[in-house]
């Protein structure tokens, strides 16, 4: 079946660590594709997209993202994190072009340790 | 950002008896809401796409009766959870496009959610 994979479920690192979060999909064709996170009792925030052009992406908050196509993934990537970046971090497939139906992956939560 | 708010945020009713979850659009107009489930420790699944003045558009698997969706207003739509039961417990999501946002821009701005608790 056509999915969102991340395989990472639980990420622990302490502060200056390096973060990458895996991400693949198994839909062919054009796809849009995204990074949301949540924040301990917040909602979910766009973290990065992308839509096409320079397949890496820079997000808000130093993350950044790289859509290998030839490997179906999506790989979010920050080089060094921080307690403020304990949160859960989703996925997301749009295998639709200009169609606005996301699909998630089934996220990873991230605690950093001070 | 835009911002989308969920009410209740939290829920806990009777099985037999129906929930309705508004999710509004607080500094925007949204034509199209999407209505999302989450189960513990698992992704958020579409439930349905809500387009304002025309009928919710249903995932696969999903009961259109036992779950019915209003978008009366470009501000404003509503989940109604009908005759509940245990097995409808979750944390329902809901979310919005804003329009006049480029039709290929697939940005969607979230609620906070509502947990949902049948006894």
């Known amino acids: 079946a056509q999915s969102v994979s991340q395989h990472n479920h639980h990420v622990i690192l302490s502060e200056a660590a390096s973060l990458e979060l895996g991400c693949n999909y198994s839909?062919?064709?054009?796809?849009?594709l995204f990074w949301y996170v949540q924040y301990p009792g917040q909602h979910l925030q766009l973290l990065l997209k992308y839509f096409s052009g320079d397949p890496l992406v820079k997000g808000i908050k130093g993350f950044e993202a790289e859509f290998i196509k030839s490997k179906f993934s999506f790989n979010l990537r920050k080089p060094s994190v921080q307690w403020s970046d304990t949160a859960e971090y989703f996925c997301a497939v749009n295998p639709y072009t200009g169609f606005q139906k996301l699909v998630f992956g089934t996220g990873t939560r991230l605690l950093v340790s001070p | 950002g835009a911002v989308v708010s969920q009410h209740p945020s939290w829920v806990i009713c009777k099985s037999g008896t129906s929930v309705k979850i508004e999710c509004r659009s607080l500094d925007f107009q949204a034509t199209t809401m999407f209505w999302y489930r989450q189960f513990p420790k698992q992704s958020l699944m579409l439930m349905a796409t809500?387009?304002?003045?025309?009928?919710?558009?249903?995932e696969q698997g999903v009961e259109k009766d036992k779950f019915l969706i209003n978008h009366a207003s470009l501000t404003l739509s509503t989940l109604t959870v009908t005759s509940a039961h245990p097995e409808d417990s979750s944390f329902y999501i809901c979310s919005a496009r804003a329009t006049g946002t480029g039709s290929n821009t697939g940005e969607l701005f979230f609620g906070e959610g509502s947990r949902l608790t049948v006894l």
């Open positions: 809500s387009n304002e003045g025309s009928k919710a558009t249903y």
């Open positions: 839909y062919g064709g054009t796809v849009n």
